[in-house]
């Protein structure tokens, strides 16, 4: 199964992408939802306005930024990369060390956890071509001794963190299980769409775990450790940790994860028309995407479009639903997505969403409304 995907994946980044994730219909006119938050301001997290997406490849300039300490200056002169820890054989490579590898090439959507989280944050999401060289070949080569169980990344951006009244500088750090880590398409990646990684984005080199939200994609890398227990840093044990209440027998009990993989998820990203024919435009995302469906005014589901001339396995699916020629007045429009094993995006009122405690992994159904002249 991982071959022949590997296999598809590397036909798909062969072919030319094209210039647009919505192809615009001669005459088109935006539409604007009722409920459409504030087009973002400028500022360092630079938030997608899904108003203006235009292309299934999200250019770099566009692409969110979220830090959680420094944006570090980093020397590529200077700039090493330390596998240590349970090894056999510890490494230390430069980036002309990484770049002598074999190359290879991923397109994913990558997208923070606390996207949709809260009203005005929602456009904290991107889809890019992340290239670079294999984790799981290294990690091999410095070879994993018996009783590692866990790999842990660390960036250069460093911040002060305080616990029980004791100050520590900590650099950022998320860890993967050995299993998680050895999966064949996650990158030690430096280019991004073609060219070096922006500074915001990672530069020399950043961690790219397809399929999983953002905080697991570790920016500005600098040292790989492999350990016999669990890391029980911030962003693993007291950050980004998902807090649910669930029912067993009757009893109320909270459940508590570190956020992962990510959920899956679609949005009504924009309505346009051409005359008095009007469309509906979205994406669908976090899994492998089967079905997505549209729902007006809460009518029946209706099936949506898919773009298949853009599509990758761990990236975004591009949607349509034409919706003809609706009546004058304010409508709602939401969508659902379906993934390859019959999950279904749950709405707004499902337990799993109402029990959260937590704006984590927000992925319920986004009910938007609009009106009609």
């Known amino acids: 199964m991982q ?9 798909l980044l062969k072919s030319p992408l094209l210039s647009y994730a919505f192809p615009r219909r001669t005459g088109e006119v935006l539409v604007p939802f009722l409920d459409q938050p504030p087009r973002p301001p400028a500022s360092q997290a630079n938030l997608l306005d899904w108003n203006y997406l235009d292309s299934w490849i999200t250019p770099n300039d566009k692409f969110f930024r979220v830090s959680h300490y420094n944006m570090p200056e980093v020397s590529v002169a200077d700039w090493k990369l330390e596998i240590v820890g349970m090894v056999e054989s510890p490494l230390t490579l430069t980036l002309s060390d990484i770049k ?32 670079g060289t294999a984790l799981a070949p290294i990690l091999k080569e410095a070879g994993i001794l018996e009783g590692g169980i866990e790999v842990v990344f660390f960036g250069s951006d460093e911040g002060e963190e305080e616990v029980r009244k004791i100050k520590m500088l900590q650099n950022f750090a998320r860890s993967l299980s050995v299993a998680d880590a050895m999966r064949p398409e996650n990158l030690l990646c430096y280019e991004m769409n073609g060219v070096p990684l922006p500074k915001g984005n990672g530069f020399p080199v950043r961690l ?12 500005w890398l600098k040292r790989i450790e492999v350990r016999d227990t669990r890391y029980m840093g911030r962003f693993m ?14 009893k109320s009990v909270w459940m508590e994860t570190s956020v992962g993989q990510a959920q899956i998820k679609s949005l009504a990203a924009k309505v346009t028309r051409v005359g008095e024919k009007y469309r509906i435009y979205g994406a669908a995302w976090g899994r492998p995407i089967k079905l ?28 349509h639903y034409d919706w003809g020629n609706p009546s ?19 709405r707004m009122d499902d337990p799993a969403i109402t029990g959260k405690r937590t704006y984590w992994e927000s992925n319920g159904q986004v009910v938007r409304r609009i009106q009609i002249n």
């Open 3 to 11: 071959a022949s995907t590997g296999l598809v994946g590397w036909a």
């Open 100 to 131: 002598e590898r074999q190359r290879q090439s991923v397109i994913s959507t990558l997208e923070c956890a606390g996207n949709h989280g809260f009203p005005t944050f929602t456009g904290a999401i991107g889809t890019a071509r992340w290239s």
């Open 208 to 219: 790219i775990i397809p399929g999983w939200y953002g905080i697991a994609n570790v920016k």
């Open 237 to 250: 044990a007291r950050d980004y940790v998902t807090i649910r209440e669930e029912n067993r027998d009757g």
């Open 292 to 319: 997505v469906e549209v729902r007006l005014d809460n009518g029946p589901w209706l099936k949506a479009t898919f773009d298949l001339t853009q599509e990758a396995e761990h990236a975004w699916k591009i949607w």
């Open 328 to 346: 004058a007045g304010e409508h709602t429009v939401v969508s659902r997505a379906v993934d390859v094993h019959g999950n279904i995006q749950p």
